[in-house]
């Protein structure tokens, strides 16, 4: 039976390293298996299930009024305005965190604890400015540009979370929970789900 239960783990050890983009290779010892997968599963935090790109127009306009005495009291407004075109790619899924996973040898059971609901992991985007007009008591600052860069990323993630990118990270970590769980339970083992509820499906 230990010639199997090595080769159970071997196995669900291969397949959580590709899927979170690091291998970790377990030597020949088969009472360190068991210790092997869980240390596999600890180091790598993060799990992308989804991967998005992203093209859009971000528009912004600042107004400031002026005041000025000519003898009598007139304000004006004076505007700066950018249009600004954004790529950007966005990976979606899992920050594994606080998940836990534990093998019990004896039981042949392998228990998942604790998975997070699917986040927006990173986004990478880059900015052309298609369009800058200012004013001359309202001119673009170098806080001004930051600011842009910082509400451009925002535009994404507000894209990403009105959109449904989340919804198919989901779906692909389903996908994910059922590969493993086919070889658990083909192998003779069995695969539990703790506080299992929507974020994975049994």
Request: charge should be neutral; proline fraction near 3%; avoid cysteine.
């Amino acid at each position: 039976m230990k010639k199997y239960t090595s080769v159970i783990l071997l196995i669900i050890g291969l397949i959580v390293g590709g899927l979170f983009v690091k291998q970790f290779y377990a030597p020949s010892i088969q009472q360190k298996d068991a210790t092997i997968l869980l240390k596999s599963v600890r180091k790598v935090l993060k799990l992308v299930t989804v991967e998005g790109e992203f093209s859009e127009d971000y528009n912004q306009t600042n107004i400031k009024p002026i005041t000025l005495y000519l003898p009598l009291p007139a304000t004006f407004n004076f505007s700066k305005t950018a249009n600004i075109h954004v790529t950007g790619k966005a990976l979606v899924g899992y920050n594994l965190e606080k998940m836990t996973v534990k093998v019990d040898d004896n039981a042949k059971t392998l228990t998942i604890a604790n998975i997070p609901e699917p986040e927006i992991l990173a986004i990478e985007h880059d900015l052309r400015y298609k369009f800058l007009d200012e004013s001359f008591f309202n001119a673009f600052t170098p806080k001004d540009y930051t600011q842009l860069n910082i509400n451009a990323k925002n535009a994404i993630k507000a894209t990403i979370l009105d959109g449904e990118l989340v919804e198919k990270a989901k779906q692909q970590g389903n996908d994910v929970i059922d590969v493993i769980k086919i070889i658990v339970e083909g192998a003779g083992w069995k695969f539990v789900v703790e506080g299992q509820n929507d974020i994975f499906k049994n």
